[in-house]
Structures are given as C-alpha cells and as structure tokens.
C-alpha cells in the first residue's frame, strides 16, 4: 500500500504466493478503517467480528502474520505520528491486533504490541513501570 509497485510486477518478481499474500494483507489493511471507536458493548462487538473477519478473509495464515509484523513496525516507529494519531493506532492494536497475536499463539508479538501501546495510550504510568524495572 505504500509503494507504486503493482502486483503484478510482485508476482513477476515474487511468485504468486507472495503476490497472493500482498493482495491479503493490502485487503486487511483496510478493514479498521471501517470500525467507529465507541468504547462501548456495540465496540467491543465489532471489534470482536473484525478479528473474526481477519481470520475467516486470510485462506492464509502468512497474511495475518504479515498484517500483524506490519502492525508491531507501524507501532515501533509511531513517535512519528501526532499524538492524537498515536493513541488511535494504540487502541486498536490493543483491541484488534494484539488480541489476534495471542489467538494464533504470537507471543512475542502480542507482548510487543501490547508494550508500545501501553507507552502511547497510559505515558506517565509507562514511565513510572519503565523506572520500576530500571532500578
């Protein structure tokens, strides 16, 4: 999605495997976009049948592993963003993504994603457990 290479161009290069996979995970993408934060029970059911929609679109489970590494650089690289930015990426990542890291038994990942977006969405308690490990 950030690149003006075609798919085709991947598939020639590639194969169709990973063009399949870059089709899936462009596709994937687009799906939180389609969610309304609300806080509420009808947001907790949507994010709910968005995980489930990940899983039931991807006939292949390297497009949800893709999707999820995708994630966890966008959230290692998120100091970038405006803060207001960060604290949306960082809801739904912990909401969506890293419920889905831990489903398909993506430990390091979920814990991952699960830490940077304690960082952005709870700093000063980030800070406070950052000085607590240090010490």
């Known amino acids: 999605e ?4 075609t798919f085709d161009v991947i598939e020639r290069g590639f194969g169709a495997g990973v063009r399949r996979i870059v089709e899936g995970e462009t596709k994937v993408s ?4 389609t969610m309304q934060l609300r806080g509420s029970e009808e947001y907790d059911e949507q994010a709910e049948n968005l995980r489930q929609m990940f ?3 991807s006939k292949d489970w390297r497009i949800i592993a ?3 590494c995708d994630r966890l650089h966008n959230m290692r690289t998120l100091e970038h ?5 960060q604290r949306k990426i960082s809801r739904e990542t912990l909401e969506i993504f890293a ?4 489903r398909l038994g993506m430990w390091a990942i979920k814990s991952e994603l699960e830490r940077w977006a304690f ?6 308690e ?3 457990v950052a000085a607590l490990v240090a010490a």
């Open 2 to 5: 950030d690149t003006s290479l």
């Open 30 to 33: 687009k799906l939180p976009a």
């Open 55 to 57: 899983i039931a679109m």
């Open 66 to 68: 893709v999707k999820l």
């Open 81 to 85: 963003m405006p803060p207001h930015k």
């Open 99 to 102: 419920p889905l890291a831990r």
């Open 119 to 124: 960082r952005y969405l709870l700093p000063e």
């Open 126 to 128: 980030h800070a406070r």
